[in-house]
Each structure stands twice: as C-alpha cells, then as structure tokens.
C-alpha cells in the first residue's frame, strides 16, 4: 500500500500544530484545571469513541473568569464501527449502546471517570427519526455534561478545530480551505488567520448507496437516487449495482465536490444537493494558502485506506485526490492531524468554555443543567431590556420566559450599578413567565458581571427562583448550553456551547 508521499501536488510535513504544551508552576483549580472528555461520533458511516484529557487554563490577567483549552491528551481511541441500522429510517439504538458501553469497559472507564464531552450525531444519521432519542439517552448515560449534535455547519467548524486545520491557519496566518468528507454529507470550512469565515455543505457522501460483499444493495440515502438520475444508472435495495454505475455514481460526486472547492459555476446537480448557501470563495482557489481533507473518505484521498467497506469511500477518494493532483498548485493540500476523527475531537475541543469566580449561583441543586436554549436579546440604548428580551423571544415564537431557556445578555465597557440595575429590572419583568414553575433562571452573559447581576436579581429585586448566572462565556444565535457543577479549588463552572439540529421528519 502506497503512503501517499508519492502523490504530486501533496505536502506531507506534517506541521498542523496541536498547540505547545506550556509548563508552568499552576494551582489546580485556581489557574488551571483538568477534564475526562468523551467524544462520540455517530455518522452515517461509522461510529466512534475517543476519550481525553483535557487542560484549561485561566485567560489573560489574574483572576479573569475566562478559562480555555489549551491541552489536549489522547487517552484511548475506540474501534471504528460501521453505523448499525435496522432500516432506512432507524439506527440500531441497541446496538450503538452495547458499542459504547464495551468501548468504555476497553478504556478502562465509567460514567463516574468522565467530566464531559459530547455526542455528536451528523450527516444523514442526523435525519433518522431516533436520533433525537440517542442523543439524549447517551447524554445521561454516558456522562456528565454529554448532549450534542452537529448539523451540517456547526460539524464543517468542528471538523476545521478537530483535524488541525485553523491551528495550521493561525500559525501561518494562511487561508486554509477543509474539506470534511462523509458517508452523507461534505463539508466546508474557509479559514482565515485561524477564524472560521465560512462554511457550506452538500450532500455527497461515501455511503449514500451501501452494499454487501456480493454487491447487493442495503442502502440508498434520498440524494443517491438524485446523483443516479443524473447519470441514467439504477439504484435498488436488494438489487446488484452495476460496476459501471457505481464508477459513474463516485466520478459525478467528485465532480459536485469541485464544484464548490473551486467556486466555480455550480452546475444543476450541484445547485440541488447543496444543503447550505453556496461557499463564497474566489475562482479556482484563487488566495487559498492550503487544502486540507478530513473525514473517512479523506484516509482514501491520502491513500492511507484501500479496504472497501461496502461502500463508494474507496472511489470517491481516488477520483478526488486525482483531481486534487491535476487543479491545485503544488504542496497545497496539506495533511490533517486527525482524518476520520476530526469531528468527535473537535466537539470536545472547540465547544468547551468555563466560567470563573465571578459566577453567581444561588443553589448548586439547579446544576447540571443540559440543553439550554440560547435566547439572545439585543441590549441597546433607548430600548427597554424588558422590551429587547421579549423581542428575542419572539424569533422562537415564544410570547414569554419558559422553563429550558438561557437568557444570553451582551454588554459592552465598564458597567455601573445603574447600568446593571436597569438590566436586572428587565430581566426580572421578562421573566414573569416563569411564575408558578420551579425551574431556575440561567443568564449566560459576556463579561465579568455575573455575580453582580445575580445578586441584585436575587437580593434586591426578591427573584423567587434560583439563579445561576455565569460570566465569560461566547454565544451566538441558535445555540444551545450545557452548565456542569463547579469543579475545582475555585469552583469553575464548566460550559459546554453547541448547536442542535434534528430535521422534522424521517428521511428513507
């Protein structure tokens, strides 16, 4: 087997950075602290577990509330296993279970041993009608602080942190364009000076069509039965796929993946199996530094892999990497650290925040709290705050506060207590709804004001509930928190920021 060093155009140095390990005299639980973390991946194709140590040091200037990741340490990789189904629509939920529960065994761990993590479910298993159900039993089975999942542009940004990608773009201060391929699903991320910019997605991927050892189909995914139209081949459960139809099937994928790597006019099949807006990138990677393939496919892209699994993986690698041969310039694609794991370790990785000790919690019986919904209003001057957040309950079709919800407030400079009173007071009057229920309170705000807050909330408004405020913490639209218990001689509360994505319905 070839390892890839003879593939022209190929860099293989090797120097995505993982980040330095810094050895200095730290308090534990006061600078920096220590994490379990477990990531699982359940994708279309395969399914996987890797288990880390992570390291989280305080940010900046003594006493900052801001911690981040800044070490991770491989502590045991699972088998990789083909995603079980029982049908079209339904993934083998057994028998996932009984793999994560032997991997940890292997591992030498249980649920006590893990601090947090993430599964994350993505591509086409991420339409199957159980895997909101998966998601949530493994978030209370599996560990603390374990509720994630990744649609298409939150696992292109997992993806970019997990296989090296944004380290190799910040140390470079590069332009670095990765390309995550899947079973269902191919994703973007355009990276500049280590910030992701953009990202897009299409549905190509190796197992839209499976087939067993005889070539007998076992599975065709919706967009399959596109791509094959396209080409004037046949797909059918039960039936054989014709040799020159497969080729056809992978060469037409191949295509609809240049596509978009090279900006270029999409064509018909491309406009249709696109699943997010078109990548905005320059002709012909015109101003791209480097191009890094991640995911299952891209072990065939390096030509690390020729085993067939029962599906197009083999050859939709080859036909890629043979066109990465012929359009890109020399020593432009580039390695990743990690290949078919970038996801599940990005999840761990890019997702995890803490807050410090400015945090204000009235009971830590409201913790841990999973899956809180991120309602984001816009604080401005000359806008009521109770008029704001209302105005961003309505993006959710909500006309008040309901229990599951974190009130995310952003505040810019120094504030006073005038500044915070008038904030506590539309916070208060905002949150009328949660009246008559015993759920807390939970703010997520973006500067060291959280104790602050909290106590005028609590102590001088008389806000019933309990509150959990926590300070320092990055998050947008459309995003969701985990908030664990304090952990550490500093009680640091960790904060795990995701996005959730489960399509309404069941896709065959």
């Known amino acids: 087997m070839s390892d890839g060093h003879d593939i022209p155009g190929f860099d293989h140095s090797h120097d995505l950075l ?7 005299e730290e308090i534990e639980g006061l600078e920096m602290f220590t994490l379990r973390s477990v990531g699982i991946d359940i994708g279309t194709s395969t399914t996987h577990l890797v288990f880390s140590r992570l390291t989280l040091r305080r940010e900046g200037a003594a006493f900052s509330a801001r911690f981040r990741v800044t070490d991770r340490e491989l502590l045991y990789k699972s088998n990789i296993m083909l ?22 065994q292997d591992a030498g761990f249980t649920s006590d041993d893990i601090d947090t993590g993430a599964v994350v479910i993505t591509g ?8 909101r159900p998966i998601a949530e039993f493994f978030s209370q089975d ?61 549905n190509v991927g190796a197992r839209l069509i ?24 046949t797909v059918a459960l039960g039936e054989r796929l014709d040799e020159r139809d497969t080729e056809e099937f992978a060469r037409a994928m191949t295509r609809v993946l240049w596509d978009v790597i090279l900006g270029r006019s999409y064509s018909p099949l491309t406009q249709d199996l696109m699943i997010t807006d078109r990548l905005a990138i320059a002709p012909d990677l015109e101003g ?28 939709f690698g080859r036909f890629t990497r043979e066109e990465a041969t012929r359009l890109a310039k020399d020593g432009m694609v580039r390695e990743p650290v990690e290949g078919i794991r970038a996801t599940v370790i990005g999840a761990g990785e890019y997702t995890m925040q803490a807050s410090g000790n400015t945090s204000y919690i009235s009971s830590t019986s409201a913790l841990p709290a999973f899956g809180l919904q991120v309602v984001r209003p816009m604080i401005e001057d000359g806008v009521a705050v109770d008029r704001a957040v209302r105005n961003a309950l309505a993006k959710f079709d909500l006309e008040e506060m309901i229990p599951g919800l974190a009130l ?24 009328k709804g949660l009246d008559g229920h015993d759920d807390p309170l939970f703010l997520v705000l973006n500067i060291d004001v959280a104790k602050s807050l909290g106590g005028i909330l609590r102590e001088e408004l008389a806000v ?45």
């Open 408 to 431: 995310a407030i952003s505040l810019n400079g120094q504030q006073n207590y005038q500044t915070l009173r008038r904030v506590a007071d539309g916070i208060a009057s905002a949150s």
């Open 464 to 508: 019933g509930r309990e509150i959990v405020a926590v300070d320092g913490i990055d998050v947008g639209d459309l995003e969701y928190v985990d908030i664990g218990r304090p952990v550490g001689t500093s009680e640091v509360l960790p904060v795990t920021v995701k996005s959730l994505l489960f399509p309404s319905e069941a896709q065959a």
């Open 83 to 104: 995603t079980p189904y029982v049908k079209g629509t339904l993934m083998d939920t057994q028998r996932i279970r009984e793999f994560v529960h032997q991997t940890y």
């Open 210 to 233: 499976a087939f067993d050892a005889e070539g007998i189909v076992t599975r065709v995914e919706e967009p399959a039965r596109r791509i094959m139209a396209e080409t004037g081949g």
């Open 124 to 131: 086409e298993a991420l339409k199957k009608e159980n895997a």
């Open 18 to 24: 993982q980040g330095e390990n810094i050895i200095t």
């Open 142 to 202: 599996s560990g603390k602080f374990i509720c994630a999942s990744a649609g298409p542009n939150h696992e292109a940004v997992l993806a970019a942190y997990g296989c090296g990608a944004v380290a190799l773009s910040k140390a470079e201060k590069a332009v670095v364009l990765n390309v995550d391929m899947g079973g269902g699903t191919a994703k973007f991320s355009l990276i500049r000076d280590g910030v992701v910019a953009q990202t897009a997605a299409v």
């Open 288 to 315: 791209v530094d480097a191009v890094v393939f991640s995911g299952g496919v891209s072990e065939y892209v390096y030509d690390h892999e020729r085993t067939s699994y029962g599906d197009l993986g083999p050859l």
